[in-house]
């Protein structure tokens, strides 16, 4: 199978027994060697047997120099000396190729499911069409691989209507989610686009949403947020993560969408359960992702032996705080952040004593069911103590994973009335039969007897033909000033990227290079030359940043352009105009407008808007291009001195280390293509 490995714990074709026989030798060796002021025991062992040592590993008869300390979460360690903390991550895994590894998950659904479909050039999951079933709202939902179950895992018969999937921990792009939403669900009766509350998904999802009410497709979207490990102040604009809890929300939706419901009535009742519902996750150690370079050993990243990180994220994002404790005392500090009325940074849900609750466990991939399942016992139990609260329904398992990460989290959804009448509560939609696979409900033995081969037409869908207009500019002008700009993005690759590292996730260079390039590919492609059509080339630079550039600042990019378009087509008339620094400066700033409609970000809040709104408004005071072009730089530069209050650097530590020396990736990129622009004119 292509990019897959096994390692085995045999050396050699040598039996555990003699292995260990030769591991005992070594360990006799070391005791009486320099080596024993150097590596620890569990080190040695590791060296010998290339394979990682169990935090709780006791490796008997051997006596070890140190006796191990179970009085703490994380098992026994053993130390050469006090200052010994960090351990390592798990970075074995059986597939090194993530995209290999995406795909091949995915199509397994179709082998347990006979329901199912897969696009894999889109990589969507939906429901195949079926004859005998009246037209009912469609759910999409989906996000970055990584999740399993979710998103995949719950399309089925009383759930999902589709899932779009991502690369691992990376939001799929606006056009994939695009082809679900108009090629691969029935959008008669309406579609509900629903994701967790992270920006790329957002902003992606979103977009999708958008060109699908464009298209003539009723569509609602909604982001779940129901984490508090992240306090009102530190999630600032960004708002609650969408963690654990969300799966609820996405199995209560769809259980209401198979009644026949309105979309009306899905999309209130989503938000209803979500304004009810509260979730904290802890986790023993950060994941490493499939095909990514080796983690440092010495980072700060790695969580020390016998703590636990509370609050922490599903895609490795810092959490509240760590800690050592016991797993009682770990849980009631969770307990008391989702809980406690007092405090003023999570008291997200107001509760009474009468009320219902639903509790979900949810192990986030590498927690044995026996230490989830004594999770589980011990929640209950001082949910019952300490808050009176016993839960009506208790689920547990795995729902919402980050990899095989040694974590879990705790949600509680109260149980509010929707006011929809009998069979349609939030319980009764809970308890709702369903045939995702991700949930727990086996598949009837009727979908297997109605199995067929039908599937939606798989034809491509190309941009529908744009309107001529008779605003105009010299390619050749045009083609200049564009090449000047998107030669200034690739140089400053490198700089973005170290920048990104330090701050975000250290992809931001990467898209803005990828995107940069493919611009220059299309724009230079003497098969298809540039018109003097302004829009028609604006429509064709939409096409590849859509298809070229994803996460975040690419959806950002896709809105903003999209909007640009529409504010250059309202400065249309009937007669031939040359595009002008004015028409410029009145399409941008409506282009700025529609952006406000998807992200909260304003000047101050560390973001490419920093760059953008500057520049947008120089422009349309003075119509001078290279002063904007100064505005940008100098609101990018502005940005070293600011704490970020959206996207993943929220979520990012160390701010007294990198604020007034590296500015916003994002914001420092669009600068140095906005000078390009200015020294091609």
């Keep these: 199978m292509a990019g897959s490995y096994v390692s085995g714990q045999h050396y050699k074709g040598q039996s555990v027994t003699s292995t260990f026989?030769?591991?005992?030798?070594?360990?006799?060796?070391?005791?009486?060697?320099?080596?024993?002021?150097?590596?620890?025991?569990?080190q040695l062992y590791l060296s010998f047997y290339s394979v990682r040592t169990p935090s709780d590993c006791q490796i008997a008869p051997v006596r070890l120099r140190k006796q191990p300390d179970n009085s703490s979460i994380g098992g026994a360690s053993y130390s050469r000396r006090e200052s010994h903390t960090a351990v390592t991550m798990?970075?074995?895994?059986?597939?090194?190729?993530?995209?290999?590894?995406?795909?091949?998950?995915?199509?397994?659904?179709?082998?347990?499911?006979?329901?199912?479909?897969?696009?894999?050039?889109?990589?969507?999951?939906?429901?195949r069409p079926c004859k005998?079933?009246?037209?009912?709202?469609?759910?999409?939902?989906?996000?970055?691989?990584?999740?399993?179950?979710?998103?995949?895992?719950?399309?089925?018969?009383?759930?999902?209507?589709?899932?779009?999937?991502?690369?691992?921990?990376?939001?799929?792009?606006?056009?994939?989610?695009?082809?679900?939403?108009?090629?691969?669900?029935?959008?008669?009766k309406g579609v509900l686009v629903i994701v967790m509350n992270y920006t790329g998904d957002v902003m992606n999802f979103g977009l999708a949403a958008e060109k699908g009410n464009a298209a003539g497709i009723k569509t609602e979207f909604f982001a779940i947020s129901d984490d508090v490990g992240v306090g009102r102040e530190k999630g600032g604009k960004v708002g609650r993560r969408g963690i654990g809890g969300g799966v609820m929300v996405l199995k209560i939706v769809g259980a209401l969408a198979e009644t026949g419901a309105s979309l009306e009535e899905v999309y209130a009742t989503a938000r209803l359960a979500n304004s009810n519902l509260v979730s904290v996750g802890s986790s023993l150690e950060h994941v490493h992702v499939p095909g990514r370079d080796m983690p440092d050993p010495n980072s700060d990243d790695l969580v020390p032996?016998?703590?636990?990180?509370?609050?922490?994220?599903?895609?490795?994002?810092?959490?509240?705080?760590?800690?050592?404790?016991?797993?009682?005392?770990?849980?009631?500090?969770?307990?008391?952040?989702?809980?406690d009325q007092n405090d003023k940074e999570r008291a997200f849900l107001k509760y009474s004593s009468s009320d219902s609750f639903a509790l979900l466990i949810n192990n986030l991939g590498g927690v044995s069911t026996l230490e989830l399942s004594a999770l589980t016992a011990e929640v209950v139990l001082q949910l019952e103590r300490d808050y009176k609260i016993k839960p009506v329904r208790t689920i547990q398992g795995m729902f919402l994973t980050s990899l095989n990460g040694m974590g879990f989290s705790i949600s509680l959804l109260r149980l509010a009335d929707t006011g929809l009448g009998a069979g349609k509560s939030l319980l009764e939609l809970l308890d709702a039969p369903s045939e995702a696979v991700g949930w727990a409900a086996p598949i009837q033995t009727?979908?297997?007897?109605?199995?067929?081969?039908?599937?939606?037409?798989?034809?491509?869908?190309?941009?529908?033909?744009?309107?001529?207009?008779?605003?105009?500019?010299?390619?050749?002008?045009?083609?200049?000033?564009?090449?000047?700009?998107?030669?200034?993005?690739?140089?400053?690759?490198?700089?973005?990227?170290?920048?990104?590292?330090?701050?975000?996730?250290?992809?931001?260079?990467?898209?803005?290079?990828?995107?940069?390039?493919?611009?220059?590919?299309?724009?230079?492609?003497?098969?298809?030359?540039?018109?003097?059509?302004?829009?028609?080339?604006?429509?064709?630079?939409?096409?590849?940043?859509?298809?070229?550039?994803?996460?975040?600042?690419?959806?950002?990019?896709?809105?903003?352009?999209?909007?640009?378009?529409?504010?250059?087509?309202?400065?249309?008339?009937?007669?031939?105009?040359?595009v002008t620094s004015k028409?410029?400066?009145?399409?941008?700033?409506?282009?700025?407008?529609?952006?406000?409609?998807?992200?909260?970000?304003?000047?101050?809040?560390?973001?490419?808007?920093?760059?953008?709104?500057?520049?947008?408004?120089?422009?349309?005071?003075?119509?001078?291009?290279?002063?904007?072009?100064?505005?940008?730089?100098?609101?990018?530069?502005a940005t070293k001195m600011m704490k970020a209050s959206l996207g993943r650097a929220v979520y990012v530590g160390g701010?007294?280390?990198?604020?007034?020396?590296?500015?916003?990736?994002?914001?420092?990129?669009?600068?140095?293509?906005?000078?390009?622009?200015?020294e091609g004119i």
């Design 21 to 42: 026989a030769l591991f005992f030798l070594l360990l006799q060796t070391y005791q009486s060697s320099s080596l024993y002021n150097i590596l620890t025991p569990e």
């Design 90 to 127: 798990q970075t074995k895994h059986f597939f090194s190729d993530p995209t290999h590894l995406v795909n091949s998950a995915l199509h397994s659904l179709t082998l347990t499911n006979p329901s199912l479909a897969f696009d894999r050039q889109n990589k969507i999951i939906y429901r």
């Design 132 to 188: 005998d079933t009246e037209s009912k709202v469609s759910i999409i939902s989906g996000g970055g691989s990584g999740h399993e179950p979710a998103f995949a895992g719950f399309v089925g018969r009383g759930m999902l209507t589709a899932s779009v999937a991502g690369t691992i921990f990376a939001s799929p792009s606006a056009e994939q989610v695009r082809r679900a939403l108009l090629q691969r669900v029935d959008g008669s």
């Design 305 to 339: 032996h016998g703590e636990v990180e509370v609050g922490m994220g599903i895609h490795n994002e810092p959490g509240s705080h760590r800690m050592k404790a016991t797993a009682e005392e770990m849980i009631q500090t969770m307990l008391k952040q989702m809980l």
């Design 446 to 578: 009727s979908t297997w007897d109605n199995q067929t081969s039908a599937s939606y037409e798989s034809a491509s869908s190309p941009r529908a033909v744009e309107k001529p207009s008779n605003l105009t500019l010299d390619p050749a002008i045009l083609k200049k000033v564009l090449s000047s700009g998107l030669d200034r993005v690739i140089k400053a690759e490198p700089l973005v990227t170290r920048y990104d590292t330090i701050v975000g996730d250290g992809d931001c260079g990467i898209g803005l290079q990828r995107g940069a390039e493919a611009i220059l590919k299309e724009i230079n492609d003497s098969s298809t030359p540039l018109t003097p059509d302004i829009l028609a080339t604006l429509h064709r630079i939409i096409d590849v940043v859509e298809n070229s550039m994803d996460g975040t600042s690419g959806a950002i990019y896709a809105i903003f352009l999209n909007a640009l378009a529409h504010g250059l087509r309202a400065q249309d008339n009937s007669t031939s105009t040359t």
């Design 583 to 637: 028409i410029w400066a009145n399409a941008l700033q409506h282009s700025l407008k529609a952006l406000a409609k998807y992200t909260p970000a304003q000047p101050g809040d560390r973001t490419l808007m920093d760059a953008l709104s500057p520049f947008i408004k120089t422009l349309v005071e003075t119509e001078d291009i290279r002063k904007a072009a100064e505005a940008a730089s100098q609101g990018a530069e």
């Design 655 to 678: 701010e007294d280390e990198w604020v007034g020396k590296i500015p916003d990736p994002g914001a420092y990129g669009l600068s140095e293509f906005l000078n390009g622009i200015a």
